[in-house]
């Protein structure tokens, strides 16, 4: 599960950054400069426009434009940061309840376990072999990690 | 995929903002219902609202040389439904409509319906589709909005082949130059946003918070292996 996350990842890694080595400038237009190389898709169709409809002008200029791409960058930066923090508020705030709620309710089956494992030790009758107190965190711990990671493997299973 | 500003014949730009206004209303009324019945399902609208915000702003570069973003509202559009991502489109695209100069107030309408539209439904179909199927939940969510990115750049192709058909090939001839353009270079980013996709709800599937569980998307394959 975790492997495959990490191979989709490098696919999208890959795939962004082939393009830089495998592309190459496009033929220019006679009697242009060679069309820069990554620029907006949004430029080449206007200029595609142009070679379609040379007579055809824009009846309507944006409100507001960008003072420069240094600025234009500035707010695309801004609208992603926008997002990716709006996720991880999210992301982060679900985990934490979610392992907040786990928490809450794994402790529960380990009084039985506890009291079963005092049992098995009664019944051996080594009343000399230390103390209850002394064994408990030793046979409560595979008791409290038991639910939580079976549950962990349930959405495993789920999830894939 | 925006249409810039002003580029679009009055007709068109008039007539896009007219078939897009019904889709608009649908939408928010699909999301106030929404709502209304799951209040703990705000805050993972504003995760499905920030996903389209935070890869809309990517711009990524392709084989064809030049750059283009993924749209980001496949997401959405596999939890919510796809009526309620045409809002959040509008939203995305009107920012940056008036902050950015990408794309514009006149062809609003045109890059609503291709972004707003056009891909959450595609996206919608496909993952309904595929799941009819019976395949894997991630095979589908990827197909879902890789499909809808790209039928999104189609979409925008035909808009613009339409309103500048070439003068000897006509409409076709034009959808093949703006295709070009458009669809050709989405290709490898719409492969990326199918897998950013996966990514993103192999990790909602993994913690299983619980306004999650009760979505439909979560419930996928369920009903398959019970």
Given at each position: ?160 | ?226
């Amino acid at each position: 599960m975790k492997v495959r996350n990490w191979l989709i990842l490098a696919a999208v890694v890959l795939l962004t950054v082939l393009p830089l080595w495998l592309a190459s400038a496009p033929p220019a237009q006679p009697g242009a400069d060679a069309p820069a190389l990554f620029g907006g898709s949004d430029d080449r169709a206007q200029k595609a426009i142009g070679s379609i409809a040379p007579g055809y002008k824009p009846w309507f200029a944006p409100l507001i434009e960008p003072a420069s791409s240094e600025i234009a960058s500035l707010l695309f930066a801004l609208q992603a940061a926008i997002g990716a923090g709006v996720i991880g508020y999210w992301l982060g705030g679900a985990v934490t309840r979610e392992r907040a709620k786990r928490a809450a309710a794994s402790p529960a089956p380990r009084p039985i376990d506890a009291v079963a494992a005092d049992t098995r030790e009664s019944a051996a009758g080594s009343p000399t072999r230390g103390s209850p107190a002394a064994e408990s965190p030793a046979a409560g711990s595979p008791a409290a990690a038991g639910p939580a990671s079976s549950a962990t493997t349930a959405q495993e299973h789920r999830a894939g | 995929m925006h249409i810039m500003e002003g580029f679009l014949p009055p007709a068109h730009a008039l007539g896009w903002a007219a078939a897009a206004v019904p889709f608009v209303a649908w939408g928010l009324r699909s999301i106030g219902r929404g709502l209304q019945a799951h209040p703990e399902r705000r805050m993972l609208l504003g995760v499905a609202a920030a996903f389209a915000f935070l890869l809309s702003a990517l711009k990524l570069p392709s084989v064809t040389g030049s750059c283009s973003h993924p749209t980001g509202v496949g997401l959405g559009a596999l939890l919510f439904g796809p009526a309620a991502m045409v809002p959040v489109g509008f939203v995305v695209l009107l920012f940056q409509a008036l902050l950015l100069a990408h794309g514009g107030l006149t062809t609003l309408g045109a890059n609503v319906f291709s972004m707003a539209i056009v891909g959450p439904f595609v996206s919608y179909g496909v993952f309904r589709a595929v799941g009819a199927l019976g395949l894997p939940r991630s095979i589908a969510v990827f197909l879902a909005a890789c499909l809808g990115d790209l039928a999104t750049y189609v979409t925008t192709s035909l808009q613009l082949a339409w309103a500048f058909p070439d003068a000897a090939g006509g409409v076709p001839a034009s959808f093949v130059k703006f295709a070009g353009i458009f669809a050709l270079t989405q290709v490898p980013i719409a492969i990326s946003e199918g897998l950013l996709t996966v990514l993103v709800t192999n990790a909602m599937a993994r913690f299983n918070a619980d306004e999650l569980r009760a979505l439909p998307l979560m419930a996928y394959g369920r009903r398959e292996r019970a």
